[in-house]
């Protein structure tokens, strides 16, 4: 007996197809939203609370408007029952990326420390903001490390005298701004919370006016290790190291590690060279630096105020346009034994 077919309708396939896909992409972005890690919460995705400041004299006011967003983290704890040391990853403008939920976690769990990637563009509806850093404030980068900081502390596996951010690109610019004092005092943190240790990983910050005026007092004593490539034309070395220098000099304890050959974002699995010809990055040369006590710019060669025209002079003189990215596996894996070594000397592991 011959088997007998019925045509399916294209509509119905296609309606099918629909509920299909919104089915999955559901499940895709479906995670659990928490107000504390206290019962101990196992590896996976979390939705918690942050909100979007404008600026960092609003960060600093505090949320007076109550508005909050729901940021995400994952969160990858090594296997044990001991308390544990931790580190929160914050991606730069293109928004997070494999290597942040796949090599930087096994890295680290290998060592002994839980890992906190945050994901801060995607639950506000952007995927990156590497051609318009408008999109997403970076004060806001500054408030989502500082709630990554207070839900990672509520899990009774990890040490919160013991947790370290590293950031990465724009993410660096954040993890400078979360070590500042006057930025840390505004919080408010419970029983004298703060983040333990530093890594601004190839960040940006180190020029323009996401720079500080580096005084003594004006960032925290907890160490700090800048890892960068010398190759990096989109956030170059030389601001870096001399912003680390300044830094060091004024009172914390500074560590660069230089990847000879590197370029910006040599962490990624994508081992080829990209020009990014779009992208908006900061001249190394940039004179703009920022007193944090008073919110005035300064040039940064001459000490001078910079006001009215002059300060729109020295703005127009530091944006430019394009840099190159590339991925390197030897470079990366040289970042990685860096920050371990670093943060087993930090933490006493």
Known sequence: MRATTRPVHPLRVLAVGAILCATLVGHALAQEVVTSFANGAPNGKYAFASWTPKTLPELMK???????VNIVGHLFVPPGNAKVPAVVLVHGSGGIYEAEL???PKQFNAAGIAVFTLDMFGPRGVK???EDQSQV?????????????KMLATHPRIDAQRIAVMGFSRGGTAALRVDVER??????????????????????????????????????????LFIHGDADDYTPIEACKDYADKIAKA?????????????????????????LRSVTRTKPDCPIEIDIDTMIAHDRTTGAPLKGEAYQTAMKSCGAIGATVEGSTRARDKAAQAAIVFLKKTFAL
């Open 128 to 130: 990156s903001t590497a």
């Open 183 to 224: 930025v840390i005092a505004s919080q408010k943190l419970p029983d004298g919370l703060r983040y333990a240790a530093v890594i601004p990983t190839y960040a940006g910050g180190c020029a323009g006016i996401f720079r500080f005026l580096v005084k003594p007092g004006v960032f925290s004593k907890a160490p700090m």
């Open 102 to 104: 796949d090599y930087w």
């Open 62 to 68: 505090g949320n007076t408007t109550g508005e909050t």
């Open 251 to 275: 009172g914390t304890p500074v560590e660069f590690v230089v990847i000879e050959g590197a370029h910006h974002k040599f962490d990624a699995d994508d081992p080829k060279r990209y020009h």
């Open 137 to 149: 404030p970076f004060a806001a980068d500054v408030a989502d490390a500082f709630a990554a900081l």
